[in-house]
Structure formats: structure tokens, C-alpha cells
């Protein structure tokens, strides 16, 4: 099947062309024909898999009938690089088609966005909080959406967007068409689900399973010994975009300063980051001017860089459905990427947990000179952290920048508790390759 099966309006036909898409993806092969017809859908697939433009051409399609200049279709993303991305292929779909998006998230001034609106729009690619300001501002009318889109609803619900979201569905026309994305399930999305969707068509791809683009492997590791596995696993990289996840944004702020102390062309992205810090870094990966970028669950959602050779986890996430959302960020649009774990003992049981959500033993990778006093069928080490807080705040449960129930900061780590130097050894390999940034 290609793109012409689907009978796209030629000037939409010509943004594809532009785009340079030949085949459809899985996703957009199965999800395309159900929007044209109007259907509600629940669609379960992967990042990476094509789900934005398995939606956003169907909708372009249905706006070309209709006013123009009156607010249709409505986007909701969990963050405002999702939201750019989204606008991005909207821009480059529709080019010839005459059809105007625009975004709305905050962390930047109401009033070019309130302009835009005055002009008038067919398309809103928003992030829930802004969206209600505005509209309980009067800047916006929402009576006319026919088509509403929630991209990577699980993301929003464990960021706390739920009752937002419930607040601006409550808004929306019940005539209208619904469109809700998950890579993941949770109960609360299923219930959310339930409630908005009308009669859906459930559209399943690879939920749990590996891409087919991806290798998957581990590598057992000494929590003291992880930083010069690191070295030793970026270097074998080559020159590929690296994205490597760690647990804390203490410990990837500081991560990032021993890579670059090595000789690493690397920066962070965590939470402790002005907006235009964070751009300034996503700009600096995205474009090639650093390889490695060091980042939290938290901070890196949204992060769309499309050819990411390699994410490695410099610890294995709290939950095996991040192992999927991480992973996903290579391997995208059907090009090969490889995701790596170091996995210390105490990381075990995760790794075990991961391995039955995805039907499958992942390949476990040995490192001359990196021994460990654990083999991959050792028990799991129950680790308790020690702060310097009062016995009775000490958290022993491992926890993410924020836990999406509860929205607490974990305590942070000692470099030793965290398995990094005390003292950076300047190791410098490859000078030619890296470089500070």
C-alpha cells in the first residue's frame, strides 16, 4: 500500500510529497482509513511508530471542507516540544493547503498567541494548562471543534493534565470526533477512554513488544563503575546521537559534567533548567552541536530528535512502561537504533519486569575488564537510601523526579550513594570526535 490508496486531496498529496513519505507505517496504514470515516479511535502504539501523521493527515483532509479560519480541530500534548513537533508536521503536511495551526503551551507570553487566535485558526496544538487560561480569558471559542486529538494521553495523566483535560472536554461539543494516543494503558486513561469515546476503533501496535528497528541488550554493572562503562559504550557509538537516561536531575546535571570532563560532547536536560536553557540545549542536540544528552523521564518528554542512534540507560527506570517510552526514542521511522542498560544488582527485579512486559529475554552483553560480584540470575538487592533529613522523611521507595501519583521531589543523592566518582579522572579519549560544549 502506498499513500495514493488513501484518495488525499492533491494538495495535501503535494505536502506528502513534500515530506518525501513513500509507504505508510503500520499505524498509519491501519488508523488512517477509520478517521477519514469519522470513527473514534483509541490507538496504542509506540513513539516512533508514525501515529503523529497517522492523525494529523486524516484531519487535514476532513478541514479542507468547511469555513476556514474557524477553530476544528483541537490537539492536546503533554508538552510543549510534543505540541511544536505536532505544529511542525502540520506546517509541513499542510503546506498547500491553506489551513493555519498554531500552539499554545506556556513558559512564553499570552499575547502572540491571543493575536493568532484573533486571525483566526483552523487547527490548536495546545498544552492543557495555557489552553484553559486562554479560554477562561475569552480568548479562544472552542464550540466548533469536530475533531479532538489526546496525544500521548498517559504522559499527561502521569504529569497531572487529567482533570485539565476533563475540564476542557466538558467544553467541546458532544457531536464531535474523538482521537486518543497511549503508548501504555493506565487504568485511568482506560476509565477516561471509556467515558469520551464513542463506539471506538481500537488500533494496536506493538504496545508491548520491541520495535523490530531496535536492539535491545544489557550490560551488568557495578553501580561505582557504570561512568567508565559509559565512556567505553560512547565511544563504540561512534557518532551517533546518544540519549541516556538517569534517575535524578542531581546526578544528570552532574553526569553531564563528567562526559564533558572526559572529553564527551554532552549537556543535561533536567528540570532545574530555565525554559530557554532547555531549548538551548534540545537545539544543541537536535542539530548535532552536542552528542550526548543526559536526561530525566521527566525532562525528556516531548524530546522528538528523529535519528538517535543509541539510548542507553545509565539506570533502569521505575516502571517497565518508561523502559518503553525511553527505548522509543530510537529506532523511529523505521530506522535502526540500539538501546543499552547498565543494570546493577539492586535493578534486577525491574530488569525482570521489563523482560515479561516485552514477552522476552533481552541479550545480556559482557565488557572486558568490567567483572561484577553478581550474575543475571543473582536475587535483587533491596537498596535504602541514606539522606540527612529526620528518620521520619527518609523515602526508601526509588523514586522518579516526580512521581506521577503522589508529585514529590525524591531526596537526593550523594555522588557515592549514586554510583558516580567523588573525584573526576579527566580521561580524555578520540579528542577528534568529542568535544566540550
Given amino acids: 500500500m502506498d499513500f495514493n490508496n488513501f484518495d488525499f486531496h492533491p494538495q495535501i498529496k503535494a505536502g506528502i510529497s513534500a515530506a518525501d513519505y513513500a509507504d505508510p507505517t503500520p499505524i498509519q496504514e491501519k488508523t488512517i482509513p477509520v478517521i477519514l470515516a469519522g470513527k473514534d479511535v ?14 494529523v493527515l486524516p ?22 516540544e510534543l505540541a511544536e513537533q505536532t505544529h511542525t508536521f502540520i506546517k509541513l503536511l499542510g503546506r498547500q493547503t491553506g489551513l493555519r495551526s498554531i500552539t499554545i503551551y506556556g513558559g512564553v507570553g499570552q499575547k502572540p498567541q491571543k493575536d493568532a487566535l484573533k486571525e483566526g485558526v483552523d487547527i490548536v496544538v495546545a498544552c492543557p494548562g495555557r489552553l484553559l487560561d486562554l479560554k477562561n480569558q475569552g480568548a479562544l471559542d472552542l464550540s466548533r471543534i469536530q475533531i479532538l486529538v489526546l496525544d500521548e494521553a498517559d504522559q499527561m495523566f502521569d504529569m497531572g493534565f487529567l482533570p485539565s483535560i476533563r475540564r476542557i472536554i466538558a467544553m467541546l461539543p458532544q457531536n464531535r470526533q474523538t482521537l486518543l494516543f497511549s503508548a501504555t494503558m493506565p487504568e485511568e486513561i482506560r476509565k477516561l477512554a471509556n467515558q469520551i469515546l464513542h463506539n471506538p476503533v481500537t488500533i494496536e501496535i506493538s504496545i508491548s513488544e520491541p520495535l523490530n528497528t531496535i536492539t535491545h541488550a544489557v550490560y551488568l554493572a557495578e553501580p561505582a563503575r557504570k561512568e567508565e562503562m559509559l565512556l567505553n559504550l560512547l565511544k563504540e557509538a561512534g557518532d551517533g546521537s ?9 546526578r544528570a546535571k552532574k553526569l553531564a559534567f563528567e562526559l564533558q570532563q572526559a572529553g564527551v560532547s554532552a549537556t543535561s536536560l533536567q528540570g532545574n533548567l530555565s525554559q530557554s ?30 535519528r538517535v542512534s543509541h539510548v542507553i540507560n545509565y ?33 534486577l527485579g525491574m530488569l525482570r519486569t521489563i523482560e515479561r512486559l516485552m514477552g522476552q529475554k533481552l541479550e545480556v552483553r559482557k565488557m572486558d575488564g568490567f567483572e561484577t560480584s553478581f550474575n543475571i540470575n543473582s536475587p535483587a538487592l533491596k537498596v535504602v537510601k541514606q539522606t540527612n533529613r529526620k528518620p521520619d522523611s527518609v523515602k526508601v521507595s526509588r523514586l522518579n523526579d516526580v512521581s506521577p501519583s503522589a508529585r514529590r521531589k525524591p531526596a537526593s543523592e550523594s555522588p557515592k550513594s549514586a554510583g558516580l566518582p567523588q573525584k573526576s579522572p579527566r580521561r580524555v579519549y578520540n579528542k577528534n570526535r568529542f568535544s566540550s560544549y
Avoid: C, N, W
Fill in 42 to 55: 483509541l490507538g496504542l502504539a509506540q513513539t516512533g511508530t508514525g501515529k503523529t501523521a497517522a492523525f
Fill in 59 to 80: 484531519i487535514l483532509q476532513q478541514l479542507m471542507r468547511g469555513p476556514r479560519g474557524k477553530l476544528r480541530a483541537l490537539i492536546l500534548a503533554p508538552t510543549r
Fill in 242 to 250: 546518544v540519549l541516556v537516561f538517569i534517575r535524578t536531575k542531581h
Fill in 277 to 306: 536553557q532547555r531549548d538551548t540545549a534540545m537545539r544543541a542536540f537536535r542539530f548535532g552541536k552536542v552528542q550526548v544528552l543526559v536526561a530525566t523521564d521527566i525532562a525528556a518528554r516531548g524530546i522528538d530528535v528523529s
Fill in 315 to 347: 539506570d533502569l527506570p521505575d516502571t517497565p512502561e518508561a523502559y518503553t517510552h525511553r527505548t522509543g526514542r530510537t529506532g523511529r521511522m523505521e530506522r535502526l537504533g540500539t538501546a543499552l542498560s547498565l543494570v546493577s544488582q539492586e535493578d
